[in-house]
């Protein structure tokens, strides 16, 4: 039976820890996920987990420590933001190439500089090609769901990568909604025990974890990695099939809202797409074919499909909430533009830059772009820029 409760983001992704209950979990307190390991030490100390807690001295050591607990054999989580994930950068590849299936609660927040502590997803899309799974959350409820998934995905035996359940800083982490929990015993049932086929510490089992590959080893270690985050993308979706079955909930690579029959689409990622919707509704009202495509999961990322769900469109609008200084637009943008291309799809494309260091996006705004869309297939709208920044002061 469905628990009703209000929540943040934050204390609902700690509560999905807490009924996971997973064996260690080393971190590092960073503004906007501090509280993440503060909920989960909380739990440890009042006996309602007894998960091991690491207090750690930096980020790369949290993350230091969660390859050496997961290689061992042991199910491991921790959490950051920003900087904090910069500072793992190295380790993040290690966890990854060594096929170590760790969650990572990542709160996104801008990276320096300036110095900023307001949502943007810089941080998580430039550890895009680490070789970890990415989904992302649109409201606290998503983020939950989201994390009580995350081990399913991770663990599978035809993938055993890292996995990145992401967040916007603030909006979501730190915002109060009504929220459904599981039980604890769903969870624990859902979830499972973690039962590594190799680790460190099995005694009949002599291994090496991150060995020197030479060169005639390594470029296959890599291949093997891209087939597991190819694998990823039929397991997120059994992953989510059965999800569904016990929550009510239903999730895929992306959500098409008001879609079917859109003549102009956004696509975006995170908590801006409440903002879309009610933009969409308003407009439909008024006869207006707009719709939204939600992007849930970028990595494994599913640019066919996504292609697909986008093809009776006539305009659309790709928004980054980053900036990726490719002089091209974000990243969203260029991984899309390239699977449309791929498709020989014939719709107008205007690729945005928006909410960089926390900037506001408005329903007006998101009305406006969708006025634009119209106006550049109907020719009285001339896109000349490669990309353009929406809300940027004059």
Not at 34 to 48: D, H, K, M, R, W
Not at 65 to 94: D, H, K, P, Q
Not at 145 to 151: E, K, L, S, V
Not at 349 to 359: C, D, E, M, P, Q
Request: proline letters at 4%; glycine letters at 8%.
């Amino acid at each position: 039976m469905a628990i009703k409760e209000r929540m943040s983001g934050n204390e609902a992704v700690a509560y999905a820890m807490k009924q996971i209950n997973p064996d260690v979990m080393p971190a590092f307190p960073i503004t906007p996920s501090t509280e993440l390991p503060q909920f989960v030490a909380s739990y440890i100390a009042n006996g309602e987990m007894d998960t091991e807690f690491i207090p750690v001295e930096s980020e790369h050591s949290a993350m230091s420590a969660a390859i050496g607990a997961e290689a061992a054999g042991a199910r491991t989580m921790t959490a950051t933001s920003s900087a904090g994930l910069a500072l793992m950068w190295e380790m993040l590849y290690v966890a990854a190439s060594n096929r170590l299936p760790v969650a990572l609660a990542l709160v996104n927040r801008a990276l320096s500089g300036p110095l900023n502590i307001n949502c943007e997803h810089s941080d998580s899309m430039g550890a895009r090609d680490s070789g970890w799974i990415q989904i992302y959350a649109e409201d606290n409820q998503e983020a939950y769901d989201n994390f009580i998934q995350a081990y399913r995905i991770a663990e599978h035996k035809d993938v055993m990568l890292p996995i990145m359940i992401c967040q916007d800083g603030f909006i979501i982490s730190h915002g109060v909604s009504n929220i459904e929990l599981l039980e604890d015993g769903q969870v624990k049932t859902f979830v499972g025990e973690y039962s590594p086929a190799h680790f460190l510490l099995k005694e009949d089992e002599a291994m090496a974890v991150g060995p020197y590959a030479v060169s005639c080893y390594g470029m296959e270690s890599k291949r093997a990695q891209a087939q597991a985050m190819s694998n990823a993308k039929q397991v997120i979706l059994d992953v989510a099939r059965e999800y569904e079955k016990l929550s009510g909930r239903a999730y895929g690579f992306f959500e098409e809202y008001r879609l079917s029959d859109a003549s102009y689409a956004i696509v975006a990622i995170g908590s801006v797409c409440g903002t879309i919707k009610d933009a969409v509704d308003l407009l439909r009202e008024e006869g207006i074919r707009v719709g939204l495509l939600k992007v849930r999961v970028f990595r494994p990322f599913p640019g066919a499909e996504l292609a697909k769900a986008l093809k009776n469109c006539k305009a659309i609008a790709i928004m980054d909430r980053c900036e990726s200084f490719s002089a091209n637009g974000g990243p969203l943008a260029a991984e899309l533009c390239a699977a449309l291309f791929g498709d020989k799809s014939q719709a107008k494309v205007i690729k945005i830059v928006y909410g960089l260091n926390g900037r506001d996006f408005t329903v007006q705004d998101a009305k406006k772009l969708y006025e634009d869309l119209a106006g550049l297939d109907a020719g009285s709208i001339q896109e000349t820029e490669e990309y353009r920044y929406i809300g940027l002061r004059d």
